[in-house]
């Protein structure tokens, strides 16, 4: 576990021994990041868990990052953990003279998020459309449920093949999270201009209430075949509706 209160214009030094940006969603889960609920804003994978508090009274906020591992990735421990993190979380922010908002009791947990049909996306997927080149590939995908009050969502496009690969994942950051991508250098991998677009990936931002700039990003993995178009046009259908979930505004999305 990590607590931190971080400022809203702190950036990864990526020079530290320890950096508290480095710890979040740090250890990677089968399943997407899913809301906890409760009134908090906060997320679960069912392996790692984190809670961010805005602090009302200064530009910063309160934050818990719990990392686990695949022995404990069931409902009933991934919500004990959330309880966890929102109790730390209340304590931190008392510790820190942090004015905030609390939440409630953590609900139930869902289990592992299984993968589905492009075309039966209810979530971070939906509206996100499969045409021309990609149509051939992409075969199933895995989603974060929609919500406007988790720091992290997730859409995975993946083809069934031998070993069942992920080709595309989209992911949504905001707050902290969102800081974590960014980098005092400037070196591959970081996200500092408010758009960009590689052979792989492309990324886009936008102005929440309270927070940093979100960072929206789709990355291809090693057994995909990006093409440009695609990148592009999955990414701003993702992002548009995810922006708007959070009340953030001002997108700005490569072409």
């Not at 905001?174 to 201009?193: C, I, K, V, W």
């Amino acid at each position: 576990m990590t607590i931190g209160l971080i400022a809203d214009d702190a950036i990864n030094s990526r020079q530290d021994e320890f950096e508290m940006l480095d710890t979040l969603h740090s250890s990677a889960s089968d399943t997407p990041p899913n809301p906890l609920d409760g009134g908090w804003q906060g997320y679960t994978d069912l392996r790692n868990t984190g809670v961010v508090l805005p602090c009302k009274n200064r530009p910063a906020s309160v934050v818990v990052s719990i990392a686990g591992d695949e022995s404990h990735e069931n409902p009933r421990e991934a919500r004990e953990v959330g309880e966890l993190a929102v109790a730390t979380a209340r304590n931190a922010s008392v510790h820190w003279s942090c004015k905030t908002k609390f939440g409630g009791r953590i609900p139930s947990v869902s289990g592992p998020t299984t993968e589905k049909y492009p075309s039966s996306a209810t979530g971070t997927c939906k509206g996100i459309h499969i045409t021309g080149h990609e149509s051939l590939y992409i075969d199933w995908i895995k989603e974060s449920k929609a919500s406007g009050t988790t720091p992290l969502e997730m859409c995975i496009f993946g083809e069934f093949g031998a070993n069942s690969e992920s080709l595309y994942k989209l992911e949504a950051a905001f707050g902290p999270y969102a800081q974590r991508l960014r980098s005092e250098t400037d070196e591959l991998g970081t996200m500092n201009a408010d758009t960009g677009l590689r052979l792989d990936m492309a990324w886009g931002t936008a102005a929440c209430p309270g927070s940093a700039r979100a960072i929206f990003s789709i990355y291809a993995t090693e057994y995909a075949d990006p093409r440009k178009a695609f990148l592009v046009k999955a990414l701003r259908a993702f992002a548009e509706r995810s922006a708007a979930r959070h009340g953030c505004t001002d997108l700005k999305l490569p072409r």
